[in-house]
Structures are given as C-alpha cells and as structure tokens.
C-alpha cells in the first residue's frame, strides 16, 4: 500500500479499535473459569470503572503499535510492533468483555487516545528502531506498574478481574523484556517523566467517562 492507503487503513482500524470491540481474542478469556462473587454495586463500580481505564490502555496500545509498525524502518522490527499489537488485542478484547459483565461501557474518550498514541509511536518509529523499542520497553515497564496498582486497589472478591489484570501483567511484562533484547534504547528521563504524565492524565479522565 502507498502512504496515503496504509492512513487510510490506520483511520479506519483506529476507528473499530476505539468505538468498539470487533476483534474476538486468540487466546483463552482468562475468567472464563472463575466464578463471580457476588460483589457490592460500589465494588462493582470501581471494579468497572478500573476495567474502562484499563480498556482505554489498551485502544492507546493499539494506537502506539500501529503508529510504530507504520515508520519502522526494519522489516524484523516492523514484524515485532504487529505481533505485539496482535497480542494486545486479546488484552483488549478481554477488557471489553469484563466491561459488559460489569453492565458497564468503554470511555467516550478512546478515540482521542488512540490518535494521540498512533501519534507518538509514528514519531518513535521515526526516529529509529532502537528507540521505537525503548519506547515500547518504558511503556510497557508503566503499564506493569499500572496493572499492581490496580490489582491491588480490587476487592479481593472479584476474582474474575483479577484473573485477567494478572494475565495481562505477565504479557507486558513479557513485551518489555522483548524490546529489551532487541536492543532497546534507554530513554532520557525527561521523555519518561513525560510519558508517565501523559499515561496519568488518561488514567483518571477514564477513569469517569
């Protein structure tokens, strides 16, 4: 595809990833087998509500790894952003379907997100492999901080959330150690300090709406 093909393709994928969840996941639902307790509608709220922010994280996964597959100039690490970005779609498919157990719906504000993240992986790819994947390391160190936090901010009887944050946290996890041995950049502090300002900002807005 020329440029102006693969943005329209990136649009319209930003479009499905933000607004909905038509992707089915490749891997097992991790709370398939977990039985729900019965939760309180205030546990069940801020369990919701966690879900959308997390579900938000992901839209911006989407946007981030798209945004890098697209300037990457390496085919190896081209391949590496979609794997990843297929990955994170089982991430976000969960997210949505504990959304819907919850009687709750994903934020108003993805659309934003993804573009602003498609962005930023656009202008890391850009500026080379190695610090496309120190971008993709320092997200994804963020994220697996994110996810403790929130685990342990859940009432321990929701187990079936809990079942898919762990999962998650295993996968980020593993991302960031792929960056790594491929040979990551180590990012200036400022860029992180920026990242981790940004990441805050999407977290409590979507936390509400």
Excluded at 156 to 166: G, P
Aim: glycine share 6%.
């Amino acid at each position: 595809m020329n440029l102006l093909d693969q943005i329209i393709s990136e649009i319209d994928k930003g479009i499905k990833f933000s607004i909905h969840n038509y992707q089915k996941e490749s891997r097992e639902y991790p709370a398939k087998e977990v039985i729900e307790d019965d939760l309180t509608e205030i546990q069940r709220n801020h369990s919701a509500n966690l879900m959308r922010v997390n579900h938000s994280g992901e839209v911006a996964a989407q946007g981030l790894y798209r945004g890098q597959a697209m300037t990457a100039r390496l085919e190896g690490t081209r391949t590496k952003m979609d794997h990843a970005a297929q990955e994170e779609l089982d991430h976000l498919s969960w997210c949505n379907q504990r959304l819907e157990e919850l009687n709750d719906k994903p934020s108003i504000l993805n659309p934003i997100w993804y573009g602003l993240s498609f962005g930023m992986g656009a202008i890391a790819g850009a500026a080379g492999d190695k610090w496309s994947l120190g971008f993709v390391h320092e997200t994804e160190d963020q994220v697996v901080i994110h996810l403790e936090e929130h685990l342990k901010k859940l009432s321990s009887k929701d187990k079936k959330t809990i079942a898919i944050l762990e999962q998650m946290r295993i996968d980020e996890a593993k991302h960031s150690q792929d960056a790594l041995d491929s040979g990551a950049e180590n990012l200036p502090e400022g860029v992180k300090k920026l990242m981790a300002v940004v990441a805050k900002v999407m977290t409590k807005s979507s936390y509400y709406v």
